[in-house]
Structure formats: C-alpha cells, structure tokens
C-alpha cells in the first residue's frame, strides 16, 4: 500500500535512521515504499550491514562466514537506495538544527528522524570494574571470540541469564559444554517470573542440564578474577564465599537502551526515549522504534518496553507510516508469557523469529 | 585460496606522504618475494593540493598490468579518495580517518561515500600517529602498518626499508617513523578482519639484489648506465625529468659527464655534438621537447651521428598533461623531423623492457649511425615493477661501431662511403687520416655538400636501406607473439606501456574460451612489417588498443599494410582499462 508520498524529485524529504537492526531496516524499507524519492540514511556505529543476530548461537555449532548471516545483501540497500554510514558513532543529536552529529565530526541533517538504536547488556555495578574478564556476546566478533576461547567441553559460567544468555546456554548444552547459570533478578529478561513459577521455570532449566547456582543466595557476584594455575580460567567470587570457576565468565543481565547521545536533544527520556503509540517522541520530527523506546500503555497506564522480533518489526513499520504523515498506532501481537514446549524445555515468543 | 592478487591503492593529498608510503610498500613486498606493478599519479603542483594516489598490485606469479578494481583503498585525504572509493571491489576494504581534526562539511567524510558491498575501516590515524611520536606527520606511516597489520605482513620488511630510507633524517626521524608504523601495525592487527583480501605468504624469499623494484625511468637509468653512456645533456620535463635526475647522480660518480642546457634545442644540439667526437650521448625528454628537437634530430640523420633520445610522452599538444599518460607522440617520434628522415623508433612495453632498450638503442644508434628513439610514456616511467636481474654481465654490445680498416697511404678516407649494407665505416675526431667534412647540406661520400640528382637519391637510400639492418638486430625483440597459436578469432596489436593491459585482457578471454593472441611491437621505425602481416594473417579481427585519440599506430598499419584493423583509441589521462579491451576482445568473437 503506498499511500502516501511526501517528498518530490526536487526537494526530496530527508530520512535519517540511526541504528541498522532490525527496526531501523524496517522502517527503512517502509519509508522507501512510501517516498519513492526521499532521501534515506541509516546510521549505524557497526561496521557490518545488518544481520541476523539471533541466529549468534548457531556459530558455535558450525562456523560460517558473517556474510551468511546478513539480513539482506548489500545489493538491497542500493537497489532501494538506502545510504547505510557504517562505522560512524552518533553522539548528539541538534534536535533545533534538526542534525544528527558523527564522532568524526561531521552533522547530517534531516527533516524526519528515527532513533532506533535499541540497547546495550546491561552490567551491575559491581562488575564494571571486571568487564575485562567477561566476554560479552551481541555480535558477530564476540561470537567468534566466545568460540575460541572456549576449549572443547569446555564450561561457561553464565551470569544473570537473561532470554538472550538462556538461548545461548541450550545450545551450548547440546553441544556437550557445561553452563553454570548464576541466577539474578534479571535471570529471564525480559520475562518476569515471580515466585513458584520462577522456581519451576529454574528447575526446567536444571532439567535442560544447566548447573544453577542461586546467585543471590550467595549474596550476589562481587568479582570475577583469573584463575589460578592448573584452575580454569576465570574464577568467580561470591559474598559470601564459595567461589566457582569457568573457563569463560558471561554476563547476561537484559539490555539497557542506548539513549545517551539524545540527552541534550530536549526530548523526553525515562529509561528509552518515550513515544506515543504512533511513536512519535516529544519532538514532532524524531520518532523512535525498537528496543530504545517506551512506549505509552493506555492499558497498564505508564510507558513500557515491548521486546521480541514481531514487536520491534512491528514498530519499524508503523513509524516508517507516520514518518511519511500516517496515523498509525503500535499495538502488540506478541505473547509475552515464557512457557514450557513439548520437550519439556523453556520456550518463549522472544525466541520467534520470523 | 593458494594464490595472492590484491591491488591496493593509497590516495591523499600532495604532501600527506602518500607517494612515500607506497614506496615502502612496495619494496617491502617485493622484499618478500612477491610480484609487484605499481602506478603512481600525483599532481603537477608541489605541495598543499593536488591529488596523488599510489596503486600497487601484488602478485605470486608475473601480472603485467594494474587491475581496474582495488582490494584495498587507503585515503589519507577524503576529498580526493572519495571519487575513487567505487574503484574498491564488492568485499574489499577502505580504510580512513575516523577521527578528523577539523569539522566534516555534510557529506566530505569518507563514511558516507562507501558502497553497501565494501567494508569501511574507520581508524584514528591521527590520533595514533600523535599517540606514537607526538605529532600527526607520520600518519602516512601509521597507515602503513595499517595495511601491513592488516594483510598479516611481517612488520619486518618495512621496518628495514623505513630504517634505510629515513636514516639520513637522523635517528629521531627514524624512531618516530618506526613508532608510527608499530602503532598502525597494531591496529590493522586488532581490526576484526571482515574483508576478504588475503595474501599467501611467499614459500621463499628472492636471494638479495637478485629481484629489484624499479620505475621505467629508473630501468632507462640503469640501462644507460650498464651500456656505459658517457655523456648527457638535457632539460627538466615531465615525465622525463627523473632519468636525467637519476643520470644525474650516478654518472659522475664514474667519471661520466652530465650537463642541464639552457633548453632542449642546445641539449640535442650537444648530444650530437658528443656524439659526433665518439662519445657514447643520449638526451631524454617530453613530447614538447622532442617538437623542439625535431630540426637537430634531422642534422643527425643526415650527418649520420649516433644519438639516444628518450621521450616519455605525456597528454598533449602542446602543455597539454604534464602529469597524464597518453602515447600520442608516435607520428612526432616517427616523422617529426622535415626531409625523409628516417630513424630508429623503439617502445618498450614494460619495465624490464626499458632497461633492454636503452642499452640496446646504443647499439643500434652506433652501429646504424643514426638517431634513436626510445618512446616511453608516464604510465611506464614511473610505473614501479620487480625486475629479475640478469645473473651475468650487462647484456650489451658495447663495440657496435663499423670497424675502419687502416687506409692505404694516400687513400682518401670516405666518411660516407657507399656499403652494401648502407653503413659506412665511422671515424671520429683525431682517427689519424681521417680527416672529413660534416654537414647538414646533402654531401657527397667525402661529406662535401653534393646537390645533385644522383647523390641526393643515392644518399636517401643509403639512409633509409641501412636502417633495415636493425630488424635483425642481434638479442634484440623486435616483435613477439603471445598467448594462443596459429588462427585465432582476435589478435591484438600494440605498442608501448598499453601492451600489459592487453595481455590482462588476452589472459582473461582466454580463461572465457575465447582464441586469441597478441603481439607487441617493440620496433616501430623501421617498421617490421613482415612479422606483423604474418600475424594479421592468422587473425580473424586485429584490434589495436592504444592511447591516443587519432589511432596513430593504427593509421601506420594501415598505411603500410592496408588492412582493416579495429581501433580502440582512448585518451582517459590513464592507461586504457583492461576491462575495455576484454569487452572488445569479446565483441570481435562475438561472445557478446
Ligand atoms: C546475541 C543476541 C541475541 C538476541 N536474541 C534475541 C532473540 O532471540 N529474541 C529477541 O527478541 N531479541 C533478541 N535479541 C535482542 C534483539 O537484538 C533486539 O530485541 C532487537 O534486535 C532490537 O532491534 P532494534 O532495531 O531496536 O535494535 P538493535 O537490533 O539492537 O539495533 C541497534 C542499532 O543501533 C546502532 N547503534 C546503537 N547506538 C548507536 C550510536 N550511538 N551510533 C550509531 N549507531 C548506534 C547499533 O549499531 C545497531 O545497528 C538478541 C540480541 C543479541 C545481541
């Protein structure tokens, strides 16, 4: 359906995406069935083209080139003539001179911004000082460096084990690995499960075969150091004693949404920057989509974050229809309970990709 | 993968030391072993502005031309590197300043400009060079190691040749230099390769001095100098300006004579001159200067003197091009002189063959007593190739001259005497007895001025049958045919620096399935015109690619020959692209 087209030939409307995941090439996409003639940029600070980043784990049971992993081939972006800046860090955004602002000093300008930056691994604060020690897993080259550094059989003391981590640890277990899950109250992000359910969603995991240490029981992971000779590599300590030992340390503790560089902008921030259902910000010309955002809920009245590939696609397209002077509104589809399949194995919609 | 073909271009402004890092490059490549062709381009001005780019393709096996797309693109200055950011192939790499000193105007940094399919290696080259020496200058150097890092280089190569090239700037200037690489190095290593250009490590390393790395004009230098040229006289123009640099620095080290004239008429006229005593003379110049030349060069014709003209042709008429490639000065270097004055026309096609054929055009201009041309042009003069040297002596006749038997008391010696083969025998000032006259007027076999009918006739054909004899020129290649044998659907015909692109594009129709083969023709006064009919003979189309918009080489097939041929005449400023040749080799078979 294209419905509408608000820029001409002449003075072509200028999009400017910052963020190439998932919601900002949706969104792209959406723009250029709408404006045939607008002028669309996406930004990203990665300096791959967009790819798959669920399919991560599977690099552990085959290798392959990342170029098997891209989304869309480079020949997508040109032929619907998509200009992707890769590499390039924004750092502010002028939301007066409506102009995004690149580490390597340059300003791009825009008439319709999208900030799709999504979020970052979220670490507690008292890990901060050990984030050397932990490999972190949100790309391609951690991926692959994660792979090396493990040996074969090897085990991966897994912090937090958010839904992210936990997709990572089953197919880690099937490859024979041993995963030592130290829980926290984000074990499960984005999913909340309280009390019994918790508990049984906890065992299921035991079950599945990870070796679960109640984290807080434990007073909680003070610091990760390396281990000693003819030990593991890494050695992590607990409040109160009883340290355990990997040969890699993970953290997966949920993300945070990378919003610092729109702190200046006048915006309205809470965690994600805050948008209506039509997600449009409290600047007329920026709109957000994907994990960066809160969005409002009529029905649990606060602005909340909406996770999983049908969500963040869905919000991809509804704001590259506002953009282009739709009226439409982001509701969710997705099932947001995380569930026990037929195996008998922890199954969530946040693992559906399509 | 067991095979290594990469092409990287560097590409900054005049003074960004763009020219130097491709130096480094690559005499630190061929150091290791490998093949290397490398183009360099910069601006007529000196410093400040003005584009240089730097291309060096590195090989295992002998390529003979640059490659139309890069591997590799490395932009010390975005403003000229992004018109050539589309030259990087589909997976290839740019590599560029990430962190400017100074504000990016929308759409000046290199971010904006790189093509879904390449990937974008953003670095803080300045950053790193003032991290590693405490000023931004050796960014050219960071790069280096970049590149280096990159490639999984051993750092160790560049690292001598930085040490020799900077050693008379003092041990600071070397440290710093060294310092700069080291960190770029580093981080071209920690730069998570997404790229896909590889290159094989060499199984061995060339035993040292046995494969050098050197520019035609360097190759021209050093054949002058093994064919033991005596004397040079010349005037500074581009292209030709490094041979008499170069000339200009070695020759007196063994007693040799060099001179700058006040313009390019007074050095022909002192080449002669030189040549005339017996000194071994030679001149070297641009298409401007060899018009100046054309009245002297005429004189030598005439007065039968041996002398070495090297012209390394730039864009023209006129000013023309000074830093552009073109081979439009064929009809100047063949019939720029007034009167039938024939010479001898010799075109290298590549770097080996202008060492050849400087020491060779000494040879020919003694024994034949006649002006010779050696025909560059810019793409071949300061194109860089790793040349393997000969293991024995320089591959030179240095006796070429006729004997002269001992006269006879009271026999007159003939300085013009008629021979069957046109070449008389040649005394020089002070050869006791032989005393004679020289001049520009027609002469007589004594050499006094002789008008008539006769003489005149007789004497042209003395001139022009005596050149015949350097078809035959002993070790000399006067023509040579490559690639497939007997019929073939396309041949193709070429002279000059464009002979390499061909023979890329003759190799790649070949791997197509397409019969074809080519010919250089190395000799193009006199002109060999048996060989040449022989292998039209055995083609179905000739194409003659050259760079020139007037087809000039293939105006003299077919004046001499009468044969159609198929023109592919180009006057880009640069060598004609490979991938333009293929597409005609393709059209002609009709694969298209
Ligand atoms: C390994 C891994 C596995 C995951 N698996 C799942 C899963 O199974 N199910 C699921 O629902 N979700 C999963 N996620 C989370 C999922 O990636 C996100 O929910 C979804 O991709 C969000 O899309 P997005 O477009 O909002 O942001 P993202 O896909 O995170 O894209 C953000 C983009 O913004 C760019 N960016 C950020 N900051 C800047 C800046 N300052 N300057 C320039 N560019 C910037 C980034 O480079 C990136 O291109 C996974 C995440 C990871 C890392």
Redesign the interface.
């Given at each position: 359906m294209v419905a509408q087209v608000s820029s001409s030939a002449s003075s072509p409307h200028r999009y400017v995406i910052i963020g190439n995941g998932v919601a900002g090439n949706q969104a792209a996409e959406g723009l250029r069935e709408r404006d045939p003639d607008g002028l669309i940029t996406i930004i990203t600070n990665s300096r791959m083209l967009f790819y798959n980043r669920y399919l991560l784990p599977q690099l552990f049971r085959a290798h392959q080139d990342w170029r098997a992993l891209l989304a869309y081939p480079p020949g997508h972006y040109e032929k619907h003539r998509i200009r992707v800046l890769r590499d390039c860090w924004v750092t502010a955004v002028d939301s007066r001179k409506r102009q995004v602002m690149l580490a390597h000093n340059e300003a791009i300008s825009y008439d319709t911004l999208l900030v799709a930056t999504g979020g970052r691994p979220y670490l507690p604060e008292e890990l901060v000082e050990c984030r050397h020690l932990i490999h972190p897993f949100g790309t391609y080259e951690h991926a692959l460096a994660v792979r090396k550094a493990l040996p074969e059989n090897g085990s991966v003391v897994m912090l937090g084990g958010d839904m992210i981590g936990l997709d990572l640890a089953r197919t880690l277990l099937d490859l024979s690995y041993r995963v030592i899950l130290v829980t926290h109250e984000n074990t499960f992000w984005p999913h909340q499960p309280v009390g019994e359910e918790r508990s049984k969603f906890l065992a299921i995991l035991q079950k599945m075969g990870l070796e679960v240490v109640d984290g807080d029981a434990m007073g909680g992971v003070v610091a990760i150091e390396k281990g000693a000779a003819g030990l593991p590599e890494r050695r992590v300590r607990f409040r109160q004693g009883g340290d355990i030992y990997g040969d890699i340390v993970m953290s997966f503790y949920g993300l945070s949404p990378l919003v610092e560089f729109m702190m200046k902008s006048g915006t309205d921030i809470e965690r994600g920057l805050l948008v209506g259902t039509n997600l449009r910000t409290s600047d007329p010309h920026i709109y957000a989509a994907g994990d960066v955002c809160q969005i409002w809920s009529e029905k649990d009245n606060v602005y909340r974050f909406y996770y999983g590939h049908r969500n963040v696609r869905a919000m991809g397209a509804v704001a590259a229809l506002n953009m282009t002077g739709g009226n439409e509104h982001f509701s969710t589809t997705q099932d947001e309970a995380l569930f026990q399949n037929e195996q008998g194995h922890i199954d969530s919609p946040f693992w559906a990709y399509d | 993968m067991n095979t290594t073909d990469i092409q990287i271009a560097l590409c900054g402004s005049a003074g960004d030391g763009t020219i130097a890092a491709g130096d480094i490059l690559r005499n630190a490549v061929a150091a290791m072993g490998y093949r290397v062709i490398c183009f360099d381009v910069y601006p007529p001005e000196i410093r400040g502005f003005g584009k240089c780019i730097s291309r060096v393709r590195i090989t295992k096996e002998q390529t003979y031309a640059l490659k139309r797309q890069s591997d590799l693109l490395v932009s010390l200055d975005d403003s000229h590197a992004i018109p050539h950011a589309g030259e990087v192939r589909?997976?290839g790499a740019i590599v560029y300043?990430?962190?400017?000193?100074?504000?990016?105007?929308?759409g000046?940094?290199m971010?904006?400009h790189?093509?879904?399919?390449q990937?974008?290696?953003?670095i803080p080259l300045r950053e790193l060079a003032e991290k590693a020496t405490g000023g931004a200058r050796s960014r050219n150097l960071v790069v280096l190691g970049v590149i280096a890092g990159l490639l999984g280089f051993s750092p160790v190569p560049f690292q001598k040749i930085i040490e020799k090239k900077f050693a008379k700037q003092g041990a600071g200037v070397v440290s710093r230099n060294l310092a700069g690489f080291q960190s770029g190095y580093e981080a071209g290593q920690n730069t998570?390769k997404?790229d896909n250009v590889f290159c094989v490590p060499m199984e061995s390393v060339p035993a040292a001095g046995k494969v050098v790395m050197l520019s035609g004009n360097a190759a021209v230098v050093q054949g002058c100098m093994d064919a033991e040229l005596n004397t040079f006289f010349g005037y500074p123009i581009t292209p030709a300006t490094t041979i008499m640099e170069r000339l200009a620095t070695a020759m007196p080290k063994r007693g040799r004579r060099l001179l700058q004239t006040e313009d390019e008429i007074s050095a022909i006229a002192a080449t002669i001159g030189a040549g005339y005593t017996g000194s071994r003379a030679a001149t070297a110049t641009s298409g401007p200067g060899l018009a100046l030349m054309a009245e002297m060069l005429g004189l030598a014709t005439m007065a039968e003197i041996p002398c070495v003209v090297f012209v390394s042709q730039r864009g023209g008429p006129s000013t023309g091009m000074p830093t552009k490639t073109e081979q439009s000065d064929l009809n100047a270097a063949l019939y720029g002189s007034p009167g039938d004055s024939q010479r001898i026309v010799i075109a290298p096609t590549n770097v080996e063959g202008c060492y050849r054929c400087a020491g060779k055009a000494f040879e020919m201009a003694e024994k034949y007593q006649t002006p010779v041309i050696v025909l560059l042009d810019l793409y071949l003069s300061n194109r860089y190739e790793t040349v393997t040297l000969v293991a024995s002596g320089p591959p030179f006749n240095l006796n070429a001259n006729k004997p002269l038997r001992r006269l006879e008391a009271g026999e007159q010696y003939h300085r013009f005497a008629m021979t069957e083969d046109g070449v008389s025998p040649r005394a020089v000032p002070g050869d006791a007895g032989c005393m004679h006259v020289v001049t520009g007027l027609e002469h007589n076999t004594l050499g006094r001025p002789n008008d008539s009918d006769e003489n005149h006739t007789a004497m042209s054909h003395k001139r022009h049958s005596k050149l015949q004899g350097a078809l035959q020129h002993p070790d000399f290649t006067v023509t040579k045919r490559i690639g497939h044998s007997g019929r073939v659907k396309v041949g193709i015909l070429a002279w000059g620096s464009t002979f390499g692109e061909c023979l890329e594009a003759m190799f790649m129709a070949h791997a197509e399935g397409i019969s074809c083969a080519a010919m250089k023709v190395v000799m193009l006064s006199p002109f060999p015109i048996d060989a040449v009919t022989q292998f039209m003979d055995d083609c179905d189309h000739v194409l003659v690619p050259e760079v020139n918009y007037e087809g000039q080489f293939a105006q003299l097939l077919q004046g001499l020959l009468a044969r159609p041929v198929v023109r592919l005449s180009r006057v880009p400023g640069s060598p004609m692209p490979v991938e333009l040749i293929l597409g005609e080799i393709r059209r002609l078979a009709g694969a298209v």
């Open positions: - | 589909t997976d300043e990430s962190k400017p000193v100074a504000h990016c105007p929308e000046s940094h971010s904006g790189i093509l879904p399919g990937i974008p290696y953003g998570f997404l």
